[in-house]
């Protein structure tokens, strides 16, 4: 078990981040369990984006407003700052391997994988668990990542088991032994 505390005049204090070590902080956040995206967008050559995420959240249902949050390193994010729309694709258990793909550099990542043309031309993944489909309403700078809301236009969502990240490593969900049937 690991432990850190935030000294307020520790060595940190000069730059307003604490003094953690960064794995530690890492291994701590990805004790919480989350689901996986796809986002995927459109340039305005016509070019399909796409990114694996775990970082997305509900925010508003009036109106209906979602969030995800993309590292500035990423290298697709000048077409997501240009971009007016994007759609979330939550994965099913069973799609790792378009996780997989999504988050490694490739010339086509589309390549072979089933979608449709949405809202806007944005590529949208088929057999999905959930999509949801969002015109961007706002950014927020946020240290090392950028915050961006979408107001969602469209979704859609079949009944199925999701894909789920913990840990480092992707994961199968259970029924808890309380909701047996």
């Excluded at 690991?2 to 981040?17: L, V």
């Excluded at 369990?33 to 009036?62: H, K, L, Q, Y």
């Excluded at 789920?164 to 994961?171: A, D, E, K, N, T």
Aim: glycine share 10%.
């Amino acid at each position: 078990m690991s432990t850190a505390i935030i000294d307020p005049a520790g060595a940190g204090a000069e730059t307003g981040s604490p003094d953690f070590d960064p794995r530690e902080l890492r291994n701590a956040l990805g004790q919480f369990a989350t689901g996986v995206t796809v986002i995927t967008t459109v340039a305005p050559g016509g070019e399909r984006i796409g990114v694996t995420a775990n970082s997305f959240t509900s925010v508003s249902m009036d109106p209906p407003l979602v969030l995800w949050c993309p590292g500035r390193h990423l290298r697709s994010l000048p077409h997501f700052e240009r971009a007016t729309h994007f759609a979330i694709n939550v994965l099913a258990s069973d799609q790792h391997e378009l996780s997989r793909r999504f988050a490694t550099p490739d010339d086509d990542k589309f390549a072979g994988v089933p979608l449709r043309t949405g809202i806007a031309g944005i590529p949208v993944l088929e057999g999905t668990l959930a999509t949801f489909e969002c015109r961007t309403v706002a950014r927020h700078e946020a240290g090392d990542h950028v915050i961006y809301v979408g107001q969602v236009e469209r979704f859609r969502h079949e009944p199925a088991s999701p894909l789920v990240f913990h840990g480092g490593r992707y994961r199968d969900t259970a029924q808890h032994s309380s909701e047996a049937r």
